[in-house]
């Protein structure tokens, strides 16, 4: 099991056209946290400034004991599962998640038994030639998820990524997702807008207000 990392952010700010955000607190390692907050409050902003696609202007973002600020995002402890799941499309499966070991795809024969096993774990054994353009909305889930697995990351940041989903398929997905945090202990940072699935999947709930956090629970 790897080590739990909370993820503290010192006082960070940061102005966005208009909108001016300033995230003070602490998010707890080696637990599920879910996000929450109306549309527009800066969830999504909260995620890149961890992932290090935002830079904050002040403060400090720091993940177990290290601090994020000026390290680039490919070389921060985190892994991501978005939406629309970020996978290369015209490629295939097996390729898109050797990506996630290594972008210039050097893979061993143990990262690809490992690539294999996480195939196998999400449910999706037989699917690595298959184009990611030619699969559904649950097998991509599917298959950003496999990816997250083989990263092996203590960080795992999740914006709304079952938004797409039918009920079914969604439930079956968070059940996989607090398997996988039970098995690493990483830390889950989960923006979501469905107060039942917080309840079944959350620790922790992180309410997001004009930019800035306004309840912790
Ligand atoms: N690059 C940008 N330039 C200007 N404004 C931005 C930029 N990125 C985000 N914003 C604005 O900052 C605010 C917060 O955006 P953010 O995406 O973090 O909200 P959110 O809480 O995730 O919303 P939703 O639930 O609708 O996805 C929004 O008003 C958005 O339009």
Known sequence: ?????????????????????????????????????RSGSGKTTLVNLIAGFEAPSTGRIIIGDKVMNGIHIAD??????????????????????????DPALKLSPDDKARISKALERVGLKGFEKRKVASLSGGERQRAAFAR?????????????????????????????????HRETGNTVVMVSHEPDEMDRLADHRLVIEHGRFSARY
């Open 1 to 37: 099991m790897m080590k739990s990392a909370d993820i503290a952010l010192e006082n960070v700010t940061l102005t966005l056209g208009e909108n001016r955000f300033n995230f003070d607190g602490i998010i707890a390692g080696g637990a599920i946290n879910a996000v929450t907050g």
């Open 76 to 101: 921060r402890p985190v892994t991501l599962v978005f939406q629309d799941n970020n996978l290369f499309a015209h490629l295939d499966i097996f390729t898109n998640i050797g990506l996630g070991i």
């Open 148 to 180: 997250a697995l083989v990263r092996n990351r203590p960080v795992l940041l999740l914006d709304e990524p079952f938004a797409a989903l039918d009920p079914d398929t969604r439930a079956e997905m968070g059940a996989l997702l607090v398997e996988l």
